[in-house]
């Protein structure tokens, strides 16, 4: 599986440089003022509607609990990213990261986000679908982690996005359900 990991992570990396620019974007976009002012008033445009309000919410309960989900991960099981085993036969196209590369916290991230827009919005949500998708391989791309570790991070997202997802309905609807002490003798 090792090898397989490693051709896979070898063809993507080895993509053309033409597509730097737009990788880049998605793997270290979140890190500029001007992707957080685009997101932040993309969270406070939801927040106004009823429907997309609690989605939101959910999405911001679900990410910080996917991206400590990898923190777990990557301190139980320290494996090395592709530009720690592999160095220095990858090409690097961010700061080379040296701390263990388990699960893509980014990959994580993005497809709790996407887990719950989807499920809560449907169609509507499915834009961050493609954003959790290229997030995952904008990681191979620029060198930070094999695809195996892009796979864990989404599915760690998809697993933490829907436990808020149902967790939150359960709450609901214990709070909307009559109990024996309101039911009629």
């Known amino acids: 599986m090792h090898d397989f990991d490693k051709l896979v992570f070898h063809w993507i990396n080895g993509w053309s440089d033409s597509w730097r620019w737009f990788y880049v974007f998605f793997s270290e976009g979140i890190k500029t003022g001007p992707v957080r002012a685009v997101l932040a008033i993309f969270v406070l445009a939801m927040l106004a509607g009823p429907k997309t309000r609690w989605a939101i919410i959910q999405a911001l309960i679900a990410w910080p609990i996917a991206n400590g989900s990898t923190d777990v991960l990557k301190n139980v099981f ?11 036969d990858v090409i690097m196209r961010v700061d080379r990261l040296t701390s263990f590369g388990t699960a893509s916290a980014h990959s994580a991230n993005m497809a709790a ?10 169609w509507w949500g499915s834009p961050w679908a493609l954003i959790a998708l290229l997030t995952g391989l904008s990681r191979i791309y620029v060198g930070a982690h094999f695809p195996s570790q892009v796979f864990l991070g989404w599915a760690c997202g998809f697993l933490m996005g829907t436990l808020v997802v149902k967790a939150w309905d359960s709450i609901v609807l214990r709070r909307t359900s009559p ?7």
Do not use: H
């Not at 320290?78 to 220095?88: D, G, H, T, Y």
């Not at 109990?179 to 003798?185: E, R």
């Open 179 to 185: 109990t024996d002490v309101d039911a009629p003798a």
């Open 78 to 88: 320290k494996v090395e990213r592709p530009c720690v085993e592999l160095w220095p």
């Open 113 to 122: 986000v996407a887990t719950v827009l989807v499920w809560r919005l449907g």
